[in-house]
């Protein structure tokens, strides 16, 4: 029909039956360029893949709330029962306009919703929003980053990997599959397995990269290893593919179809193409021989049905009335241009209704209003059924647009005629509502020490609320649901708290009604009232929900409206959901608000406290004037909250209180910074959200008082000397140990003399220290410095003291070169020097102690300050220890000596050396350096003198042996020896003489002798005697011939040897052999030896091979070492190292072709390898007599025919020669025939007659030849000869065949071969082909003569036009001159016949009942005619009738019926021919 738009589903325009999918519609804001997507629910929706498919600003309390435009799906289901009873009890008028349609009682379905809706009524268009950037978190976005970081490979790189990998593993699995397809077995578990584990691998690897436009989901990934095992089974496993079968008739159908497009084009098609095996096996008729149907149908009664499934659907009204009125005028005349509009089906069974009129009765009035519609073309129409045999008649659904909600029933539909469609009896009115709907807003009346703020993207923010602020009313909620709908209605809103999701049902919740419109009854009849109040219920009313939440736990609260349902069960969810219906998205992100989804931040109060490194310091804390110590002190903090941070604290020192404050950006490591004395107390802290609480505990700094001393002293009185002998001075300190004084001591008695700075340590505030000087004379002691741990840096201090001081005498061990005397050997003596101070002359004590024993001694009268105590000689081993105990001056003043003692070590004797010396010494190789192992018992360092036996020079050798290694209680090390020789052990020593072990005095270094490797002659032979002879050579060898002897090796050395050779080789044609600048090939060899062992020569070229030793290794010569080039024995280390071989060329032959005059023929054989030549063919007629009786006639006739053959040989060989020649007959076995004593180079063969004598190919070859000096040339395989003729044919020699001509008869299967049988167009000549399997074939059709090769012994060609065959000549293609000729096969071709019903057309027609039809038939053919008809049932195409009419000599037949069904012809048959076929 004209206008007319094709339908989709039921439901695709806004109509949505029980279990079909709703449509999503998308809107673009008016006036707003731009979609501002929210990045926030993008946050929400991203780990399950879902994103709102727009946003809307969330308006905030109280204020204008913008129009956005809403993208909803909603449901309906059946009418519940309690509606259905209301239906039924009531006259349902009319309703208002709608413009989302649900139907009731469905599943809810996905939908984005942009917007808030419920207050958008006829609002003009909001200004554009800013979009702006979204913010992605890591979370987010990891999941569309590829596993494999940018900075190791770039995205375009990966793809280019990943496809060229797939490439090279297809390229791969092709190449395995042809393989294996050519191979006999064709099955393969181990592909088959190894393909699988390949493809999972790759698929899983395409899975697990997530490389960006390759990435593959899980369930592809599953579905394509599923696919790769399919596949490989085919490929690999199966015998019979799956694969193969399904896809080899559509290419076998394609390529025929190819070929007999090729071969339709004039001259140069049959050619291309021929009598393709394809073509005849793809042969079909053509449909035309049976063309036409005639169907008859009655025309049944028209019927229609509003809304037959009985359905309740909703309207959104308020984004109608938002709408500018351009934009609803334009929807309105522009049908291809339309929103989803609500829409009622009204089902059409029959005619194409041209009008259609139905009531609508409103909810606000009741008043019952009657539309027309009579462009039924414009409607949206979905066709259910077509029904050809009837016409135009079809069952259609049309769905009818609504704009208001309100009752709707049908009234009347017309078709062209003006006839009246049946329309269905007590069917209910339709009831439209409105559809419910929802948006959250936010609750003016929070508490301000929440600090609630709205943000400029819509969402808000509170701080953490304490179990205080929860004893306080503060369960007013923060949230509103606005909900507008048919009621009462059922809300959900998920709930998700740092991800833990809630879902919150508010059905139960007593919602605030908003302001409703009450109906006056003064301007209203009592008819008015009452219809407004019977529909009134239906209306849809607005409600506010508050949601109620304390928030003591800080983080995300998100908010989402999910859902919406009314009293008729219409169901609207407000925004996308994940599997199941389920909102398990993240946190939400920091996107814009919408009015479905919010974000409340609850961010954590902030607190502050002292840092841990305060609990751990020593209190209080002291501040110092020292630059060495701390003037200011930064108090760690330890913040928690969001920077940046207002710590506010207070310092208390003693009445004086300070309040300060410090900004924080930082959270790591803040610090207060303390620069003067008193108590620290942390106030409070406020953090960018919040404030919060303080720490209660305090810090205090303190002032660190400067240290002082008081100093006092008393002399130290010895009569026995004089008199005062010192000072003993007493220190009191006071301030912070530990204490350092500083004092400058000066003797009065030098006034020139620098005075000695000195330094008094103390951890104790009182201490006491003598001061005894060891001159005498007036000391004055001046202190000038304090220090203590508060001022490391000192204080100054200044108090003198003056002492007069007689020295003490003294005495102390003085050293000799450096170093105090500490060891000595048993026997001898040692002296020990001492230092003495004070005045003279002296006298000193000292006391020896060994073992427990004490000896002491007095010396008197010492004039000299130093003086030498001798002690030894010493009588036993062990250590004295030597005590000054005391001395006294020349004023007879004594002084206890304390702690000036050495100890004194005496050992028995000196070391003992040793060699330790190999049991066949100490072996090296040319030219190393030799070292000898000698081992030490004694004390280090050790000298060691030796020297080498028989060396003239009688030179001593010194080493020094220090610690390196033990090898038990001795010392093994090493000396360094000059050269091989024995040398000898002479003396060793350290500090006492030492002893040499006897035994081991000695050792030999000995020079390991260097490998070598000549050839030993016994077995060679040379030409001449003594200087003028020539090179050492092997006996001569044949070519091809196994090689007897070898070159035997002569070895020295450590084995195993390692050998490197030099072969140097002249073929047997250079003239010049043997001399070294004109070699053909060099090469060279390594060869590992052991202690016997030969070199094996080569044999393969003819010609002269000289081998040349070149270096040699051994174990312990690890490098090789160069030989001397020679042929001569030069001594018993340096033999032969040049040797030769000469292998001669074996006899070789070959045999030659000649025709019965003498010329050369072109057929000759090279050995048995070479590929097979032509042979020579005789034709015979088929059939010709060859009897035992016509011998002597076929023997001469083939000796006519019969080249001559001859036995050439190369003047390589030596005559007389020998050859054996093995012959194939045509028929049974092989012959070996020997041809012995040829004395030149050439010899004639003839062969027998009975080798000749058959029919067939014979064969004959070369099988060895052999000269005079026994040397062979082997052509075959010794064990393939006189085995008969092998089954894959004999290479090489010459062939002879005597062919007989081909024939051809017609095949068992062709209709050719029963002369009573027709042949008709599209059958198959075939004909069977005998002789070799290669012919040319010859026949005619139509006049068309042609001529093509064939390989099969079965000849076909498909009759595919009428006319006239003939096959012609038949020749051997190997032998075009051998071909048969014929004249008996020629056959007649007949057309197959045909009929056409009702012109050949398929004619449908209507008829009423009663009315008779006449189906006209016309033939063509050759009479007398037989065909079937049938009549089929238009429905199900069942056979109703089936009658056969039979010789007929008529070329027309006529059908006359009422009866209805389709009329058609299945079979047809002339005198000649029939189809189909049978």
């Known amino acids: 029909m004209s206008g007319r738009q094709s339908g989709g589903p039921v439901g695709s325009q806004g109509l949505t039956p029980v279990g079909s999918p709703n449509r999503i519609a998308r809107q673009q804001v008016p006036g707003n360029t731009e979609n501002t997507r929210s990045t926030f629910a993008e946050r929400v929706y991203q780990n399950t893949g879902r994103l709102p498919n727009g946003i809307g600003q969330f308006s905030p309390f109280n204020g204008p709330r913008t129009t956005q435009p809403t993208e909803r799906v909603t449901t309906s289901t059946n009418a519940t029962e309690g509606i259905r009873a209301q239906l039924s009890q009531r006259d349902l008028g009319a309703g208002s306009s709608a413009d989302v349609l649900a139907s009731a009682g469905s599943p809810r379905k996905k939908s984005g919703i942009i917007g808030n809706t419920s207050a958008a009524k006829r609002a003009p268009p909001p200004p554009a929003v800013s979009q702006q950037a979204p913010v992605k978190k890591d979370g987010a976005t990891k999941a569309h980053e590829s596993a494999i970081p940018t900075t190791v490979l770039d995205l375009p790189s990966q793809r280019m990997y990943a496809l060229a990998t797939l490439g090279f593993m297809a390229a791969w699995k092709l190449f395995n599959a042809l393989a294996l397809n050519m191979d006999a077995n064709r099955t393969s578990f181990y592909l088959f397995f190894k393909w699988c584990v390949l493809d999972t691998i790759i698929w899983y690897c395409g899975w697990r990269l997530h490389i960006p436009r390759l990435t593959l989901s899980t369930n592809v990934m599953y579905a394509l290893v599923a696919l790769s095992v399919f596949v490989n089974l085919n490929l690999f496993f199966l015998s019979e593919s799956v694969i193969t079968i399904a896809v080899k008739p559509m290419a076998i159908s394609i390529a025929s179809s190819w070929l007999r497009t090729i071969k339709g084009i004039p001259l140069l098609g049959p050619r291309l193409v021929g009598d393709s095996d394809l073509l005849i096996d793809s042969f079909?008729?053509?449909?035309?021989?049976?063309?036409?149907?005639?169907?008859?149908?009655?025309?049944?009664?028209?019927?229609?049905?509003?809304?037959?499934?009985?359905?309740?659907?909703?309207?959104?009204?308020?984004?109608?009335?938002?709408?500018?009125?351009?934009?609803?005028?334009?929807?309105?005349?522009?049908?291809?241009?339309?929103?989803?509009?609500?829409?009622?089906?009204?089902?059409?069974?029959?005619?194409?209704?041209?009008?259609?009129?139905?009531?609508?009765?409103?909810?606000?009035?009741?008043?019952?209003?009657?539309?027309?519609?009579?462009?039924?073309?414009?409607?949206?129409?979905?066709?259910?059924?077509?029904?050809?045999?009837?016409?135009?008649?079809?069952?259609?659904?049309?769905?009818?647009?609504?704009?208001?909600?309100?009752a709707y029933e049908i009234y009347s539909v017309k078709d062209r005629k003006g006839l009246e469609f049946r329309t269905a009896s007590q069917a209910p009115p339709t009831i439209v509502v409105a559809c419910p709907q929802a948006h959250l807003q936010w609750n003016g009346v929070v508490p301000e020490r929440d600090n609630f703020v709205v943000g400029g993207n819509g969402h808000a923010s509170i701080c953490q609320r304490t179990d205080q602020d929860q004893a306080d009313d503060l369960s007013s909620g923060l949230i509103q649901v606005v909900a507008r709908g048919y009621e009462p209605m059922e809300i959900s809103v998920v709930r998700l708290v740092n991800g833990d999701r809630e879902v919150i049902s508010l059905d139960g919740s007593q919602p605030q009604p908003l302001e409703r419109i009450q109906h006056s009854g003064s301007d209203m009849d009592a008819a008015q009232l009452a219809a407004i109040e019977k529909w009134s219920q239906y209306q849809a009313h607005s409600s506010v929900y508050t949601l109620s939440d304390t928030f003591l736990r800080p983080g995300e609260y998100v908010y989402k409206l999910e859902s919406i349902r009314d009293a008729a069960n219409h169901s609207v969810v407000m925004s996308?959901?994940?599997?199941?219906?389920?909102?398990?998205?993240?946190?939400?992100?920091?996107?814009?608000?919408?009015?479905?989804?919010?974000?409340?931040?609850?961010?954590?109060?902030?607190?502050?406290?002292?840092?841990?490194?305060?609990?751990?310091?020593?209190?209080?804390?002291?501040?110092?004037?020292?630059?060495?110590?701390?003037?200011?002190?930064?108090?760690?903090?330890?913040?928690?909250?969001t920077g940046p941070w207002i710590v506010r604290y207070e310092i208390v020192n003693g009445e004086q209180k300070i309040r300060m404050s410090k900004k924080f950006v930082d959270g790591a490591k803040p610090t207060i910074e303390a620069q003067q004395p008193g108590t620290y107390h942390l106030v409070d802290v406020s953090d960018s959200h919040c404030g919060g609480q303080a720490e209660k505990t305090n810090v205090t700094l303190e002032l660190a008082p400067k240290p002082h001393v008081n100093i006092t002293s008393a002399p130290i009185t010895a009569h026995e000397c004089g008199g005062e002998i010192g000072a003993l001075v007493d220190l009191e300190l006071m301030g912070r140990p530990p204490f350092a004084i500083y004092y400058r001591e000066r003797n009065l008695r030098f006034p020139n003399s620098r005075p000695?700075?000195?330094?008094?340590?103390?951890?104790?505030?009182?201490?006491?220290?003598?001061?005894?000087?060891?001159?005498?004379?007036?000391?004055?002691?001046?202190?000038?410095?304090?220090?203590?741990?508060?001022?490391?840096?000192?204080?100054?201090?200044?108090?003198?003291?003056?002492?007069?001081?007689?020295?003490?005498?003294?005495?102390?061990?003085?050293?000799?070169?450096?170093?105090?005397?500490?060891?000595?050997?048993?026997?001898?003596?040692?002296?020990?020097?001492?230092?003495?101070?004070g005045q003279g002359p002296w006298q000193l004590t000292y006391n020896v102690v060994y073992e427990n024993r004490r000896t002491a001694k007095t010396v008197t009268g010492i004039e000299?300050?130093?003086?030498?105590?001798?002690?030894?000689?010493?009588?036993?081993?062990?250590?004295?220890?030597?005590?000054?105990?005391?001395?006294?001056?020349?004023?007879?003043?004594?002084?206890?000596?304390?702690?000036?003692?050495?100890?004194?070590?005496?050992?028995?004797?000196?070391?003992r050396v040793g060699f330790q010396c190999p049991d066949n010494g100490v072996r090296v190789l040319d030219g190393e350096q030799a070292q000898i192992p000698i081992y030490v018992q004694g004390e280090f360092p050790v000298e060691v003198r030796y020297h080498k036996i028989g060396d003239a020079s009688k030179h001593v050798y010194t080493a020094t042996i220090k610690r390196n290694t033990y090898q038990g209680s001795s010392q093994v090390s090493s000396v360094m020896a000059f050269g091989p020789g024995e040398y000898e052990l002479v003396s060793a020593s350290d500090i006492c003489a030492g002893t040499i072990d006897q035994q081991s005095s000695r050792c030999s270094v000995i020079v390991e002798p260097k490998p070598s490797v000549w050839f030993v002659t016994d077995g060679l032979r040379r030409e001449g005697e003594g200087a003028d002879a020539g090179i050492w050579k092997l006996h001569e060898s044949c070519e091809g011939m196994a090689l007897q002897n070898t070159f035997e090796l002569g070895l020295q050395g450590s084995g195993p040897w390692k050998i490197e050779y030099q072969v140097e080789f002249w073929a047997a044609n250079n003239a010049r052999s043997g001399v070294p600048g004109f070699v053909d090939r060099t090469t060279t060899h390594t060869l590992v030896a052991m202690q016997t062992s030969t070199l094996k020569p080569e044999c393969c070229d003819p010609g002269l091979y000289r081998y040349t030793l070149l270096s040699v290794s051994d174990e312990r010569y690890q490098k090789p070492q160069q030989l001397l080039r020679t042929a001569q024995a030069i001594s018993s280390q340096v033999g032969v190292t040049v040797v030769e071989h000469m292998i001669t060329k074996s006899p070789f032959a070959e045999l030659r072709a000649y025709s019965p005059e003498g010329t050369a023929l072109e057929i000759q054989s090279r050995?048995?390898?070479?590929?097979?030549?032509?042979?020579?063919?005789?034709?015979?007629a088929p059939g010709q007599s060859r009897s035992d009786n016509e011998a002597q006639s076929w023997a001469k006739k083939l000796h006519e025919h019969l080249p001559v053959f001859r036995i050439e040989f190369a003047e390589s060989g030596q005559p007389p020669f020998q050859a054996w020649v093995e012959v194939f007959p045509a028929s049974g076995p092989s012959e070996v025939v020997h041809v012995s004593d040829i004395a030149g180079y050439s010899q004639p063969i003839i062969l027998p007659d009975h080798v000749a004598s058959q029919i067939g190919l014979y064969h004959m070859r070369l099988v060895k030849t052999k000269d005079a000096r026994g040397c062979e040339h082997q052509f075959v395989d010794p064990n393939e000869v006189g085995l008969g003729r092998p089954d894959k044919g004999i290479a090489g020699g010459i062939e002879i065949e005597y062919i007989e001509a081909p024939n051809a008869r017609p095949a068992s299967s062709s209709p050719a071969s029963d002369p009573t049988r027709n042949v008709c167009v599209g059958d198959v000549l075939a004909f069977d082909l005998r002789g070799l399997n290669s012919w040319n074939v010859e026949y005619e059709y139509n006049k068309l003569h042609r001529s093509i090769a064939v390989n099969k012994r079965l000849f076909r060609r498909i009759a595919d036009t009428p006319g006239n065959f003939t096959l012609q000549k038949v020749c051997h293609r190997s032998a075009n001159d051998c071909c048969s000729e014929f004249d008996d096969l020629s056959y007649t071709v007949h057309d197959i016949p045909r009929v056409r019903v009702s012109g050949g057309r398929d004619v449908y027609q209507d008829i009423l009942e009663g009315d008779m039809v006449d189906i006209r038939l016309e033939l063509k053919g050759t009479p007398p005619f037989t065909f079937t008809w049938q009549r089929r049932s238009i429905e199900s195409s069942k056979v109703l009738d089936s009658h056969t009419v039979k010789d007929l000599m008529e070329f027309e037949y006529t059908i006359s019926t009422a009866s209805e069904g389709t009329f058609e012809v299945t079979f047809i048959q002339d005198r000649y021919c029939q189809y189909p076929k049978a």
């Open 756 to 837: 000695i700075t000195r330094k008094v340590r103390s951890q104790q505030r009182r201490h006491s220290f003598k001061v005894m000087p060891e001159l005498a004379g007036t000391y004055e002691l001046e202190f000038f410095q304090l220090d203590d741990d508060n001022y490391p840096s000192g204080q100054p201090i200044s108090q003198t003291i003056t002492q007069e001081i007689h020295a003490q005498p003294s005495a102390k061990i003085d050293t000799v070169n450096g170093h105090i005397p500490t060891r000595a050997c048993m026997g001898e003596e040692l002296e020990l020097p001492v230092r003495l101070k």
């Open 1167 to 1180: 050995g048995a390898f070479r590929r097979q030549p032509p042979s020579i063919k005789y034709c015979l």
């Open 284 to 406: 079909e008729l053509d449909e035309e021989h049976i063309l036409g149907r005639h169907t008859i149908h009655v025309l049944p009664h028209s019927l229609t049905h509003m809304n037959p499934e009985s359905k309740s659907f909703c309207i959104d009204d308020a984004q109608m009335y938002a709408e500018p009125w351009y934009q609803r005028l334009a929807l309105g005349l522009f049908s291809h241009n339309h929103r989803p509009q609500t829409a009622i089906p009204i089902l059409v069974n029959g005619t194409h209704p041209e009008t259609i009129s139905y009531a609508y009765t409103s909810f606000e009035t009741g008043q019952r209003h009657l539309r027309t519609i009579k462009n039924t073309g414009a409607l949206q129409m979905e066709t259910n059924a077509v029904y050809p045999a009837l016409g135009n008649w079809v069952m259609a659904t049309y769905y009818l647009p609504v704009t208001e909600v309100g």
């Open 576 to 641: 996308n959901t994940g599997p199941k219906g389920m909102f398990d998205g993240d946190k939400a992100g920091s996107g814009k608000a919408t009015p479905y989804m919010a974000r409340v931040q609850v961010h954590r109060r902030p607190s502050v406290g002292w840092g841990d490194a305060l609990h751990i310091a020593e209190l209080p804390l002291r501040l110092s004037e020292d630059p060495a110590r701390k003037s200011e002190y930064a108090l760690p903090l330890r913040l928690s909250g």
């Open 864 to 911: 000299d300050e130093s003086y030498t105590i001798a002690l030894g000689a010493f009588k036993q081993p062990g250590d004295y220890t030597v005590e000054l105990a005391q001395v006294k001056d020349g004023n007879q003043c004594a002084r206890d000596l304390i702690d000036v003692s050495t100890v004194i070590n005496v050992r028995e004797g000196g070391p």
